[in-house]
Nanobody, 121 residues
Framework: QVQLVESGGGLVQAGGSLRLSCVVS????????MAWYRQAPGKQRELAAH???????ELADSVKGRFTISRDNAKNTVYLQMNSLKPEDTAVYYC???????????????WGQGTQVTVSS
């Protein structure tokens, strides 16, 4: 059973910072790409940041220069450091990972349950 558990969300004032963490647990052979998505009220879920197993990253234009994604492969953990937060960053943030459970597993995408980030003006 593979689980992704996010933590670190909360309420912060505009201009503040938060650091989200997502730990992957269970029977895992390998983790390829990991990502953070977010979904604001009444809007579609969107990609915020993406990191490949080798460390290359991609960030949405709306968060470039403010957010940083990183991962600790030894801990099966991905982080999202969010600085200079804006009210428009308010959303539920979801962790996402492409995981192979055994060597011949082609892999599947798994999601966390989400963590709420609220930025007040």
């Amino acid at each position: 059973q593979v689980q992704l558990v996010e933590s670190g969300g909360g309420l912060v004032q505009a201009g503040g910072s938060l650091r989200l963490s997502c730990v992957v647990s269970g029977s895992i052979f390998s983790i390829n790409a990991m990502a953070w998505y977010r979904q604001a009220p009444g809007k579609q879920r969107e990609l915020a940041a993406h990191i490949f197993s080798g460390g290359m990253t991609e960030l949405a234009d709306s968060v470039k220069g403010r957010f940083t994604i990183s991962r600790d492969n030894a801990k099966n953990t991905v982080y999202l450091q969010m600085n200079s937060l804006k009210p428009e960053d308010t959303a539920v943030y979801y962790c996402n990972a492409f995981i192979r459970k055994f060597s011949t597993d082609p892999g599947s995408t798994y999601w966390g349950q989400g963590t709420q980030v609220t930025v007040s003006s």
